[in-house]
């Protein structure tokens, strides 16, 4: 049984901290992109970051770009997105998923459609 389960979220206030986590169950990562989607209420489901099966390569929406930082530690089978400077406008449901490594460009993993693998989310709110 594939399991992705995330973890980390929370409240914080802006300008704020969190880091998320993405832990594997019933399979590894080590060939799988993993990416960070974002979903707040009656929006559609938006790409923050991916990144390539060995962590070589990362990517970020514009949005997050110098504030979020996405890595991987595939001995642990974990994935995770450390979280600076946060915003308002970063309060969503946040998810992992995990898709297939393949000769793809940003676009392509940017996309919900490309994953195969789904979490459950966990809920970033930053409020005064």
């Known amino acids: 049984q594939l399991q992705l389960v995330e973890s980390g979220g929370g409240l914080v206030q802006p300008g704020g901290s969190l880091r998320l986590s993405c832990a594997a169950s019933g399979f590894t990562l080590n060939y799988s992109v993993i990416g960070w989607f974002r979903q707040a209420p009656g929006k559609e489901r938006e790409g923050v970051s991916y990144?390539?099966?060995?962590?070589?390569?990362?990517n970020y929406a514009d949005s997050v770009k110098g504030r979020f930082t996405i890595s991987r530690d595939n001995a642990k089978n974990t994935v995770y997105l450390q979280m600076n400077s946060l915003k308002p406008e970063d309060t969503a449901v946040y998810y992992c998923?995990?898709?297939?490594?393949?000769?793809?460009?940003?676009?392509?993993?940017?996309?919900?459609?490309?994953?195969?693998?789904w979490g459950q989310g966990t809920q970033v709110t930053v409020s005064s």
């Open positions: 990144i390539s099966s060995s962590g070589g390569t990362t």
């Open positions: 998923a995990a898709g297939l490594q393949g000769p793809y460009g940003s676009a392509w993993y940017f996309q919900p459609q490309s994953y195969d693998h």
